[in-house]
């Protein structure tokens, strides 16, 4: 916006809010030219290389790295939430087994709010507990869904190991070795928080409403189902199996544009460059691939990315990278994570900045007096002038 203009001159009607702040936040930093993405100060590619998801929790909740004594203590608080109402158990064991997890997540975190104690929490320091009670039963409630949608037993959570094992032995039944416990902090890691996304600004718009932190978060899982938003990951793992081989990527992608398909994985709302969580993820998504003796999964990938950008570059004018869906979906399958379970894996990250923004938004963290959210819509639908249309009752219309 110029000096002249005025707020009301600038054309931001159905663009997606995109390029547009509508509020202060200290939470990540999403640089889209660069291709950097910062949480509270620091770059994801050495926390996604060297720290754990608690350390991540911590930074986001409690706005920096913590200590070593800080570090152990919230470990032993998030330990304590490590459990699932039995109640929620059985309201699972209800829910049919060919429903979609996120659709089944998104049931249940109001179901966890009516358990808790005091949903309604009044203070930052209440809203802390409940997201630290979040982050700790979401990975619960995926890994119990399913078992029990394949005919197994709940596993029962284990104090002793690090989150991320913690969801994977409770998911497969069996401690993962340190390796994939390493590969799932990673992945948790560049999923916690990505400035106004989707899903947060869902978030946050709920918490405007001052509603209690369930039901922002219950309505931050159905923004991230969609397939624009984190339900990418999934999609892009069926491509990849439908296409089958390096042979036939031409074919697929060159069918799917012409047919105005989108090729997910691709493309980014803020990214002009490759995702810096892509960036990461697809070394790792090739060495997993070599390493399980798939290769040609990867393979296939690359030629998806590289075939994708000829083409947008040639039909639009467009320069298209990959976003962090496109690897981790190869990443997520690599340590045994059912493809329909990647977007479900996504919330077990998101779901820390989901909180983090919640507070930021409802308490007034990064601006003195936090506002309800309430844009305006211009009106362009039947006018039969100031009063509004004759009422016609029903025998007569
Ligand atoms: N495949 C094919 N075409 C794509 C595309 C993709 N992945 N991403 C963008 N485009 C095209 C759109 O069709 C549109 O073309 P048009 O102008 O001729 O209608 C144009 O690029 C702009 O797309 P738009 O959605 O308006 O803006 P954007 O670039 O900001 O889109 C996404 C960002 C993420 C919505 C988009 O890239 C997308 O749909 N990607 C696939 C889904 C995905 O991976 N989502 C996860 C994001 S982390």
């Known amino acids: 916006m110029t000096g002249q203009e005025t707020s009301a001159q600038v054309e931001t009607k159905n663009i ?32 996604a290389r060297e720290g754990t998801f608690e350390e991540v929790v ?24 490590r459990n699932l109402p039995e109640a929620a158990i059985d309201t699972l064991r209800t829910l049919p087994k060919e429903a979609a997890t996120m659709d089944v997540l998104q049931a249940m975190v109001p179901v966890l709010a009516m358990h808790d104690a005091e949903p309604e929490a009044a203070g930052p320091e209440e809203c802390r507990r409940q ?12 890994a119990a869904r399913e078992r029990l949608r394949s005919g197994l037993e709940v596993v029962a959570a284990r104090q002793d190991l690090g989150h991320a094992a913690n969801f994977l032995y409770t998911l497969h039944g069996e401690v993962p070795d340190r390796e994939k416990a390493a590969i799932m902090d990673t992945i948790l890691i560049l999923h916690a928080d990505h400035g106004f996304n989707a899903s947060t600004f869902t978030a946050r718009q709920i918490a405007s409403t001052r509603a209690h ?10 923004s991230l189902s969609g397939a624009l938003h984190g339900g990418a990951n999934y999609r ?13 990527v031409e074919e697929y992608v060159t069918r799917a544009l012409d047919n105005k398909e989108r090729i997910m994985g691709m493309g980014h709302a803020v990214y002009k460059v490759t995702d810096p969580r892509a960036e990461i993820l697809g070394p790792m ?7 399980a003796g798939r290769p040609e999964l990867y393979e296939i990938a690359e030629e998806v990315r590289r075939v994708t950008a000829v083409e947008m570059r040639r039909r639009k004018g467009r320069e298209i990278h990959a976003n962090v869906d496109f690897f981790s979906a190869i990443v997520n ?20 900045g989901w909180c983090a923004h919640y507070i930021e938004e409802r308490f007034g963290g990064a601006r003195a007096k936090p506002v309800l959210y309430r ?17 016609t009752p029903l025998e007569k219309r």
Request: aromatic residues 6%; proline residues 6%; negative net charge.
């Open 375 to 391: 844009p305006r819509a211009e009106y362009v639908g039947r006018y039969c002038g100031p009063e509004g249309c004759a009422w």
């Open 236 to 248: 892009v793992f069926r491509m990849l199996r439908e296409i089958g081989s390096v042979d036939k």
């Open 58 to 81: 911590h930074l986001l909740l409690d706005d920096d790295l913590p200590k070593a004594a800080e570090l152990e203590a919230l470990r032993h608080e998030l330990a304590g939430y």
């Open 333 to 352: 399958a690599m340590i045994d994570i059912p493809p329909d379970m990647f977007t479900p894996v996504f919330a077990l990250g998101r779901v820390a």
């Open 285 to 291: 998504a090739a060495a997993l691939a070599a390493k």
């Open 213 to 222: 932190l369930h039901a922002a978060v219950a309505g931050a899982l159905g």
């Open 131 to 142: 997201a630290l009670g979040l982050i700790c039963r979401l990975p619960l409630l995926v």
């Open 16 to 47: 997606g809010l995109r390029g547009i702040v509508v509020a202060d936040s200290t939470i990540s930093r999403v640089d889209g030219e660069k291709g950097i993405l910062i949480y509270r100060g620091y770059d994801i590619a050495p926390l």
